[in-house]
């Protein structure tokens, strides 16, 4: 069974840095690209960054570039979001998702085929 776990959110200050932790199981790691989303209140979801193993590529949302850093450990199963210089419009649930099109893209917006997501964590950016 594939399973997505998070971990790492919390309340910060504007400017802050937070970093999210994703344990996955349950499927063959290095075959997927694993990314995440997100969702703020009232708005629809997206797709913040994302990871692939098999093309070494990654993918960065415009609004999080320079200041969002994804990262993997194959060993481990574990991907790493860390998100530093934190704004108010961060705020949202971060999921972590399975990607089977390895973190392809549309133009230069991310068109994953999404086969899997985690429960979600949250993040809370004050002002």
């Known amino acids: 069974e594939v399973e997505l776990v998070e971990s790492g959110g919390g309340l910060v200050q504007a400017g802050g840095s937070l970093n999210l932790s994703c344990f996955a199981s349950g499927f063959t790691f290095d075959d997927y690209g694993i990314g995440w989303f997100r969702q703020a209140p009232g708005k629809e979801r997206e797709g913040v960054s994302c990871?692939?193993?098999?093309?070494?590529?990654?993918y960065y949302l415009e609004s999080v570039k320079g200041r969002f850093t994804i990262s993997r450990h194959s060993a481990r199963n574990m991907v790493f979001l860390q998100m530093h210089d934190l704004k108010p419009e961060d705020t949202a649930v971060y999921s972590c998702?399975?990607?089977?099109?390895?973190?392809?893209?549309?133009?230069?917006?991310?068109?994953?085929?999404?086969?899997?997501w985690g429960q979600g964590t949250l993040v809370a950016v004050s002002s």
């Open positions: 990871i692939s193993e098999k093309f070494a590529s990654t």
């Open positions: 998702v399975l990607d089977s099109s390895w973190c392809q893209l549309e133009g230069n917006t991310w068109d994953p085929y999404l086969e899997a």
